[in-house]
């Protein structure tokens, strides 16, 4: 199994440490982060190796997850340059050959928006990259992971990409082009935002905290996971749920008369400007 380093410490990183405790990974894994306030933590609740030191972190790493902010990726990559750059002395590297010491580091980029030509050339060669994309839901073992990569990748490689995101959860393959827009589409957040938004209103009708919240919660996630677990069409599920004339029928009506829909497409449009945003380098 592979040394699988994390550069940041910070949520994704927890959560998919979480998620690979729980599927028992064979993998060593390793955090640099830092603030060692952080470290302790995640040393003491996952029991991974921590790192304080990038040089050391980097010595280590044959797969790299690179899980720091967009807005700190191009600092951190100019750094970790620097520190990789012994490898330029590497005859075979020089020579454009395979070199088993220097080309066994595949890394990851984590950071919305920012695309591989853009890492690639701030980290430069020999490092080979990918891009994924893991929801935080990954800690349950229930995640979903888009994953994109160069089309000069190695198909041992994205294997080994694959392989490690799908230890916690489903990994769809995307194109490139199209991976800002699963980034803006996938996020957790939707749903959390949907259920307290609903127990909100349901509170108000009169229901206590704890009943709007198990009533919501039903009606978004038990609702979704029978339909993927069915497989059958949606618009077949939303007629059997409202029936034409019915109460959930005149919700949703309400609803969408109010902008339900043109307000989500309106979020969606905003989310997908500010992932285009952290492409400049």
């Not at 729980?22 to 955090?31: I, S």
């Not at 807005?71 to 970790?80: D, E, R, T, Y």
């Not at 109460?247 to 905003?270: C, F, L, P, Q, W």
Request: glycine content about 10%; some cysteine; aromatic content about 4%.
């Amino acid at each position: 199994m592979s040394t699988v380093v994390f550069l940041g410490g910070g949520r994704i990183t927890s959560a998919m440490l979480a998620g690979l405790r729980l599927a028992k990974t064979k993998h060593r894994l390793v955090v640099h982060d830092h603030n060692p306030g952080k470290l302790r933590a995640l040393r003491k609740q996952y029991g991974v190796t921590t790192e304080p030191d990038l040089k050391r972190a980097l010595q280590q790493a044959e797969i790299l997850i690179v899980a720091v902010r967009p807005n700190s990726v191009a600092k951190l990559l100019s750094v970790a340059r620097t520190l990789l750059s012994a490898s330029v002395q590497c005859p075979l590297c020089r020579r454009g050959q395979e070199c088993p010491r220097h080309t066994s580091m595949i890394a990851v980029s984590l950071a919305a928006g920012i695309p591989l030509r853009v890492l690639q050339a701030a980290l430069g060669s020999p490092v080979r990259w990918a891009r994924a994309m893991p929801s935080p839901v990954c800690r349950s073992g229930r995640g979903l992971t888009g994953v994109t990569f160069p089309r000069t990748l190695p198909y041992r490689d994205r294997r080994r990409v694959i392989d490690l995101f799908g230890s916690f959860g489903q990994v769809i393959e995307i194109p490139e082009s199209k991976f800002d827009a699963f980034t803006v589409t996938y996020s957790c957040s939707h749903g959390y935002h949907a259920l307290d938004a609903l127990a909100r209103a349901g509170q108000a009708a009169g229901l206590d905290r704890e009943v709007a919240l198990v009533a919501s919660a039903h009606a978004l996630a038990d609702g979704i996971f029978a339909w993927r677990e069915g497989k059958g069409p949606l618009q077949s599920l939303l007629e059997e749920a409202a029936t034409p004339g019915g109460i959930a029928a005149t919700t949703m009506a309400a609803m969408d008369a109010e902008g339900y829909r043109k307000a989500v497409g309106k979020g969606v449009r905003a989310g997908l400007r500010r992932a285009r945003a952290n492409r400049r380098p």
